[in-house]
């Protein structure tokens, strides 16, 4: 198992009740966060508020009992249909129980919503023709374990399940053995151990490298003991499944932690049946320890990979591939696109997965891509703008099973998640001499180029790049456009940093340094002697949790605001069906030819490519309806327009009719998701 691994084991059971305490000790600088029961009051206090644009919707219950609430904000507007037809944005917050600062941001939008209705005429303009569902605690009995007398960081729901197997449930939870009211870690010397002291660090752990001829001398648990006598400990905690993994796409099988079955809970079931049975919905944000504004990849991968795979007779034939020899999909791709089929549509290996068979769709749609690298262009400016630094390869991507894997692959929607914030890495003073990649971000083409060889050279082997990139290649590939410095050092902050001479840094070691910094040494509790019923004198400490998800300090506020901020303006980019323009053109006595020009005068294309694909995506649908004494001659009463790109995209429909001069014809044009327009056309 990687060191990465087992630290995201451990941090994912840390963190407890003596924080509470150090929230008091930060003085009025301090950001606190408010239990489900308080983030329901508050709620019904916004909607109290604002009668008249703002109802709670209780959409369901926890495993545990919960209530599960949204928030619907909308103002009646001018159009006759209720507001849940009207086209909508979907607001979700922290279904992994962990991540309070989601929920605390989506009662801030909320606020902002309904302050800025009357007073900020962009708001304003958004709540008369469009709804917004928010949902800021989707996980409420995961996030009650913050507000416990003893605080671990949990996930998972309250679901009894029995994860070990052994017919008991919910029987070997975690124990405060040196009573501070948090649940860190244990480690104990073991001659089977895989983990030694860091010697940079002493505080932190890390496992021992047999190349360098390092030995391990510890085990490390979470803090408890064996209660169920089976020789590991604290294996089935309270609760069951996290949420956040249990929606349909890319779903992990076989995995305890992910459900049973897709939407197996009552949680995820109450959320995707309010999805299906809101079609309106056409953007979906997120507050989540997700972070597709900066990492847009899809955790998961295509099944087969790079493997060799055999093609099933069916298509085998077809293709001209032999269905008992083994090819790579890149093989196929190749294959497919000889064969000059696929009528303009870009094949991609991913898709080839998906058609044999071997795993789900991983990647952002090559037609929707434009739309997300602009929304990361504007997000990055946001943050520059407000100061704010982002450890950017710290972004986690996509998760298997995730709601925005979900709402994306499957319910064909424009989805957007970011985490709010993140710890900080600590600055490092650069030698002036030496190329870093801070320094490429400010470099143009031309600059870089005339460093030469020799430098970019040096600067490639210092930062870890394989052998076979050299200088030379790079040089060209600026030259040729195919990459930009800035490009160059954005991918760079992405990779894992380089071992220095002294061994690796520590990937936990930029938290102690928050820790000691920022939080006073709080985030972190020192070793101490505890004497163990089966393991004998163990050590208890570790970074307290919560530390990585949920900022205690006033900069929160901040990153709230400018976050908030950010979520505004997309929902300000949704798509937004008009008819510009309406032409009659007398051909012959009682002969006339209508056109009619419709127009996506919002930011956002009127569909997804991948909703299309997904077949989630409704076409715009044009009605005619003519009257007595009308009759259509050429086009059809219904046309159907598969989608409409944004920022203005226009396009013309034109019938023939028969009717008498000074009569109407009636248009009416729209789809669940862009809502409906009549047109009235009279024709002279």
Request: hydrophobic share 40%; net charge negative.
């Amino acid at each position: 198992m990687t060191r990465r691994i087992l630290w995201t084991l451990t941090l994912v059971a840390l963190f407890g009740a003596g924080w509470a305490a150090q929230q008091k000790e930060a003085g009025p600088a301090a950001f606190t966060y408010r239990p489900p029961a308080q983030v329901a009051s508050a709620l019904n206090t916004l909607a109290g508020r604002s009668p008249s644009l703002a109802k709670v919707l209780p959409i369901g219950k926890s495993s545990a009992g919960a209530d599960i609430n949204i928030l619907r904000i909308a103002a009646a507007g001018k159009e006759k249909t209720g507001v849940d037809e009207r086209p909508a944005i979907f607001v979700a917050a922290n279904l992994e129980g962990l991540h309070h600062l989601g929920t605390e941001a989506s009662l801030a939008l909320a606020e902002k919503l309904l302050a800025g209705y009357g007073t900020d005429p962009a708001v304003t303009a958004l709540l008369d023709s469009k709804t917004v569902y928010i949902a800021p605690l989707l996980n409420p009995d995961a996030a009650q374990a913050y507000f416990a007398p003893v605080r671990q960081e949990r996930t998972l729901n309250g679901r009894p399940l029995d994860d070990d197997a052994d017919e008991a449930v919910d029987e070997d939870g975690f124990e405060d053995l040196n009573g501070d009211g948090l649940i860190t870690q244990m480690r104990v010397k073991d001659p089977e151990g895989t983990w030694i002291i860091d010697p940079k660090e002493p505080r932190l752990m890390r496992l021992a490298d047999p190349l360098k001829g390092e030995k391990g001398v510890y085990a490390l648990y979470t803090e408890g003991i064996d209660n169920d006598g089976d020789g590991m400990y604290n294996e089935d905690p309270p609760g069951g499944v996290e949420l956040n993994r249990n929606f349909p796409h890319d779903f992990e099988y076989n995995t305890k932690a992910a459900g049973l079955w897709p939407v197996s809970e009552a949680e995820t079931r109450s959320l995707a049946r309010f999805l299906f049975d809101h079609p309106s919905i056409g953007l979906v944000l997120i507050f989540s320890t997700e972070n597709t504004l900066l990492n847009m990849q899809q955790t998961g991968q295509v099944k087969a990979g790079s493997d060799r795979v055999k093609v099933p007779k069916m298509y085998a034939g077809f293709l001209g591939l032999d269905p008992d020899q083994e090819y790579t999909l890149k093989e196929i791709v190749d294959v497919m696109k000889g064969l000059g089929f696929a009528g303009g549509i870009e094949i991609t290996e991913d898709m080839v997965a998906q058609f044999l068979g071997l795993g789900p769709a991983v990647a952002i749609d090559r037609q929707d891509q434009p739309v997300w690298d602009a929304v990361q262009k504007d997000y990055k400016e946001a943050l520059k703008a407000a100061k704010l630094e982002y450890p950017e390869r710290r972004a986690k991507g996509v998760g298997q099973g995730s709601l925005a894997a979900f709402a994306y692959f499957q319910y064909g929607v424009p989805v957007f998640s970011t985490d709010v914030w993140a710890v900080p890495e600590p600055k490092k003073e650069e030698p002036k001499d030496v190329l870093t990649a801070e320094k490429l971000k400010a470099m143009s083409s031309e600059e870089f180029i005339a460093l030469g060889e020799d430098k970019i050279g040096a600067f490639l082997k210092e930062a870890g790049a394989p052998p076979n990139f050299k200088a030379a290649m790079v040089i060209n590939m600026v030259k040729s456009g195919q990459v930009t410095p800035a490009k160059m050092a954005e991918m760079m902050d992405k990779m894992p940093k380089k071992p220095g001479a002294e061994g690796e840094d520590n990937p936990e070691a930029y938290l102690i340094k928050y820790s000691d910094s920022v939080l006073a040494g709080r985030g972190f509790v020192a070793w101490t002697p505890v004497k163990h019923p089966t393991l004998g004198e163990v050590e208890v400490g570790g970074f307290v949790p919560y530390l990585k998800t949920d900022p205690l300090t006033a900069e929160a506020k901040t990153w709230i605001d400018v976050h908030t901020n950010v979520y505004l303006k997309l929902m300000q980019k949704m798509p937004e069906l008009k008819v510009s323009q309406t032409k009659v053109k007398p051909l012959a006595q009682g002969l006339y030819e209508v056109s009619l020009y419709l127009t996506n005068s919002g930011w956002m294309p009127t569909s997804t490519a991948q909703g299309r694909r997904c077949r989630r995506a409704w076409p715009i649908r044009v009605a005619l309806k003519t009257g007595a004494g009308q009759a259509l001659v050429s086009g059809h009463p219904v046309e159907n327009i598969p989608f409409l790109d944004g920022s203005g995209a226009v396009k013309k429909l034109t019938w023939t009719v028969r009717a008498e001069k000074g009569s109407s014809l009636a248009f009416k044009c729209g789809s669940p998701r862009l809502g409906s327009i009549n047109v009235n056309v009279t024709l002279d």
